[in-house]
Protein backbone atom coordinates (compact mmCIF):
# COMPACT_ATOMS: atom_id res chain seq x y z
CA UNK A 1 0.00 0.00 0.00
CA UNK A 2 2.46 2.37 0.91
CA UNK A 3 4.54 1.33 -2.55
CA UNK A 4 1.65 2.75 -4.19
CA UNK A 5 0.53 5.93 -2.57
CA UNK A 6 4.30 6.89 -2.80
CA UNK A 7 4.34 5.64 -6.96
CA UNK A 8 1.07 7.96 -6.94
CA UNK A 9 3.01 11.10 -5.11
CA UNK A 10 5.88 10.52 -7.34
CA UNK A 11 3.88 10.62 -10.55
CA UNK A 12 1.32 13.38 -9.52
CA UNK A 13 4.78 15.59 -8.93
CA UNK A 14 6.58 14.76 -11.89
CA UNK A 15 3.44 15.58 -13.85
CA UNK A 16 2.95 19.18 -11.99
CA UNK A 17 6.73 20.01 -12.72
CA UNK A 18 6.29 19.17 -16.43
CA UNK A 19 3.25 20.86 -17.03
CA UNK A 20 4.92 23.86 -15.29
CA UNK A 21 7.83 23.98 -17.11
CA UNK A 22 6.17 24.97 -20.36
CA UNK A 23 4.88 27.78 -19.87
CA UNK A 24 5.92 30.22 -22.36
CA UNK A 25 5.18 34.00 -21.84
CA UNK A 26 6.56 35.17 -24.65
CA UNK A 27 4.34 35.03 -28.49
CA UNK A 28 4.58 32.91 -30.93
CA UNK A 29 7.52 33.22 -33.12
CA UNK A 30 5.75 34.26 -36.13
CA UNK A 31 4.15 37.55 -34.67
CA UNK A 32 7.73 38.72 -34.11
CA UNK A 33 8.82 41.12 -37.03
CA UNK A 34 8.68 44.51 -37.94
CA UNK A 35 5.67 46.11 -39.28
CA UNK A 36 5.12 49.34 -41.36
CA UNK A 37 2.24 51.11 -42.44
CA UNK A 38 0.69 54.21 -43.95
CA UNK A 39 -2.51 56.22 -42.62
CA UNK A 40 -3.73 58.93 -44.48
CA UNK A 41 -7.15 61.11 -42.83
CA UNK A 42 -9.26 63.30 -44.62
CA UNK A 43 -9.70 66.78 -42.69
CA UNK A 44 -12.19 69.62 -43.60
CA UNK A 45 -8.73 71.30 -43.79
CA UNK A 46 -6.76 68.55 -46.08
CA UNK A 47 -5.69 65.21 -46.02
CA UNK A 48 -3.26 64.46 -43.18
CA UNK A 49 -0.55 61.76 -44.39
CA UNK A 50 1.62 59.63 -41.59
CA UNK A 51 3.84 56.62 -41.91
CA UNK A 52 4.26 54.32 -39.04
CA UNK A 53 6.75 51.49 -37.87
CA UNK A 54 6.96 49.27 -35.29
CA UNK A 55 8.84 46.38 -33.92
CA UNK A 56 7.11 42.92 -32.36
CA UNK A 57 10.33 41.44 -30.12
CA UNK A 58 9.78 37.93 -29.22
CA UNK A 59 8.94 38.57 -25.55
CA UNK A 60 5.74 40.47 -26.51
CA UNK A 61 7.36 44.13 -25.74
CA UNK A 62 6.62 46.82 -28.64
CA UNK A 63 9.95 49.11 -29.95
Do not use: P, W
Request: aromatic share 8%.
Amino acid sequence: MKTILKTIIITIMICAFVSCSKQNYGIDSKYAGTYKGNASVNTSSGTIECEGVFTVNSDGSVK
